[in-house]
C-alpha cells in the first residue's frame, strides 16, 4: 500500500547548455573547390538510361491520366443517374 501523498512521477533533470561552436569563417574558394570535387565522384547515367526512364514516366502518366479521366467518367455518370431519379 502506497502512502497517500507520494507520485511516481518522475522528475526531470536540468541539464546546463552546451557551449556554442565557433565555426570557421565561410570560405567561398573552398565552397566551390570542394563541389568541384564532389561532382567529379557523381555516376552519371548515359543518355539511353535517362531517355527510357524519361519515356516511361511519360507511359506511367499516360495511363494514369486515363485511369483518372474513366474514373472521373464513371462517378459522373453515377451521379446523373441518381440526380435523374431524384428528379422523377
Keep these: 500500500m502506497r502512502p497517500t501523498g507520494s507520485t ?20 567561398p574558394v573552398k565552397f566551390f573547390t570542394e563541389v568541384r570535387l564532389e561532382a567529379r565522384r557523381i555516376t552519371w547515367t548515359s543518355w539511353r538510361e535517362t531517355w527510357i526512364t524519361s519515356v516511361m514516366v511519360f ?12 474514373v472521373d467518367q464513371a462517378l459522373g455518370n453515377g451521379m446523373q443517374f441518381l440526380f435523374k431519379l431524384a428528379a422523377s
Excluded: D, S, W
Design 8 to 27: 511516481n512521477t518522475p522528475v526531470a533533470k536540468v541539464t546546463p547548455a552546451e557551449p556554442k561552436v565557433k565555426r570557421p569563417p565561410f570560405n
Design 59 to 70: 507511359i506511367m502518366v499516360a495511363i494514369t491520366g486515363i485511369f483518372f479521366l474513366a
